[in-house]
């Protein structure tokens, strides 16, 4: 009964810690410990936009024409496209507007090998001293990048981490949980930021020192580049700082299957990005090491928490208390299936949609965790529907 009793407890305080007391803590030290960053808006450093693209023919267009529009210097700034075996006319496009403006240029690639060993083939061709790294699907307001490299005449600042604003899709009833989710990942960045520095990226606009890259692990494992280039650039002993006013934006996920498929990568991505920076977990590394327990590995437990919390609280049922906690747990997974049913039925459901939006996340991890111990994960991504 007591050990029943202690895995249950432990696993709530676990999760509300990592979602809710973590957030708090954060306050109470911005309150007290601010950092005062250098930026600069008229410092231009030479910038280098690096995307990886797969079959994107739909959006590679729209992306360049944004990155055409950006308020930068013309002759200070380029955008180089990986194309990772891209059969869909991807290419065709690129080189239409490669051969127009000379700072545009396309790598193709003969073999699909997924988007870590693209970024290890574009990065040493980049002439950028900064480089940015993108998705073909993300577009930047038109001072973003303006506002990104500002930092970087700060020398302890090594990367910097832009926010993005998700639009949900008239599609995906459960897009609105993933935009929620995406405005509170924004808000405890920025605090993370002004103590010390963020634990990961938004893949669609971050940048780095190209000094700092470190060539990623090889293309047999998928990876999260958006957290562990970041975090390389912490091991180094930089800080990666976080600007909201460089802004990005791109649509949730179409469906929440397509959620779905995106967190069982991730979930797979990050346990390996762990195996790289588990150096940086030691108490002697200090905030660094406090924000990662609390912002990343402890939130990535929360799947397995959440099954603990209902199988413990299952054997105390002989208490009348926990009869009704059980049922309070078995409730928000009702309340999640009707999310579910109202993203079949396109039903404007908001509340069921954001519960059934948090199990589906958390479900996704769990199948992603499941792969990477398996080694059944691929290196490549499915894409998503835009």
Known sequence: MKLWLFLFWASVFLIGYTYWVYYAILLLISHWQTRMRKNALGYTPSVSILVCAYNERKIIEEKIKNFLAL??????????????????????????????Y???????FPVREGKANGINKVAPHAQGEILIFSDANTLYHPDAVRKLVSHFIGPQVGGVCGEL???????????????????????????????????GAT????????????????????????????????????DVVYEEKAKAWEYASKTMKDEFLRKVRI??????????????????????????????????SVPVLMLLALIAN??????????????????????????????????????????????VVHVGLMVGYWKYFTKTIRPTWTRLER
Do not use: C
Request: hydrophobic residues 45%.
């Open 71 to 100: 308020d930068y210097p013309k002759q200070k700034i380029e955008l180089i496209i990986g194309s990772d075996h891209s059969t869909d006319g991807t290419d065709a496009i690129v080189q239409r507007y490669a051969k127009k």
């Open 102 to 108: 000379p700072n545009i240029r396309l790598y193709s």
């Open 267 to 300: 979930g797979a991505a990050d346990l390996y990005a762990l195996k790289r920076i588990y150096p940086l977990l030691h108490p002697r590394h200090g905030f660094v090491a406090f924000g990662l327990w609390s912002h990343k590995i402890i939130r990535w």
């Open 165 to 199: 604003v998700l639009l949900p899709p008239d599609e995906n009833p459960g897009g609105a949980g993933e935009s929620l989710y995406w405005k509170y990942e924004n808000r405890i960045k920025k605090l993370e930021g002004k103590i010390k520095t963020v634990f």
């Open 203 to 238: 893949g669609g606009i971050y940048a780095i020192r190209k000094s700092l890259f470190k060539p990623l692990p090889p293309h047999q494992t998928n990876i999260s580049d958006d957290f562990l280039i970041p975090m390389e650039v912490v091991a180094q002993g930089f």
């Open 314 to 359: 299952g054997f105390l049922l002989s208490i009348p208390l926990y009869r009704w906690i059980f049922l309070l747990q078995l409730g928000f997974y009702f309340l999640a299936f009707w999310g579910w049913i109202s993203d079949l039925m396109h039903w404007r459901l908001r509340m069921f949609s954001i519960l059934y939006y948090f199990l």
